[in-house]
């Protein structure tokens, strides 16, 4: 069974919005903590946002602050992004990861994560 799978992506014009989700079949306690990451041709991937299951702590990338919000389904073991207000800079593969805990600034880097999505293209259009 794939651990994450992600679903939502496509292409959007510029000021418009996207809603990304991704469903983990993880045994606890991995699933704890899900983030949304992303990479664009050329570049490193760089974090986007987290959720923590347990308190519901939510950390955001200052680029996407405002605009994007991350949820939780408990239940349902499933992640959303609410991107609105896109821009053509927003334009990555997307990814959903997952680790068991996370504190602080650790929640921000990739290192920590263990499991990860296959991705799903966003496309924003100037």
């Known amino acids: 069974q794939v651990p994450l799978v992600e679903s939502g992506g496509g292409l959007v014009q510029a000021g418009g919005s996207l809603r990304l989700s991704c469903t983990a079949s993880?045994?606890?306690?991995?699933?704890?903590?899900m983030a949304w990451f992303r990479q664009a041709p050329g570049k490193e991937r760089e974090f986007v946002a987290a959720?923590?299951?347990?308190?519901?702590?939510?950390y955001y990338a200052d680029s996407v602050k405002g605009r994007f919000t991350i949820s939780r389904d408990n239940p349902e073991n499933t992640i959303e992004l609410e991107m609105n207000n896109l821009k053509p800079e927003d334009t990555s593969v997307y990814y959903c990861?997952?680790?068991?805990?996370?504190?602080?600034?650790?929640?921000?880097?990739?290192?920590?994560?263990?499991?990860w999505g296959q991705g799903t293209q966003v496309t924003v259009s100037s």
């Open positions: 959720i923590v299951r347990t308190d519901g702590r939510t």
């Open positions: 993880l045994r606890a306690p991995y699933g704890n903590v």
């Open positions: 990861a997952a680790t068991a805990a996370c504190s602080g600034y650790s929640c921000y880097r990739k290192t920590i994560y263990n499991f």
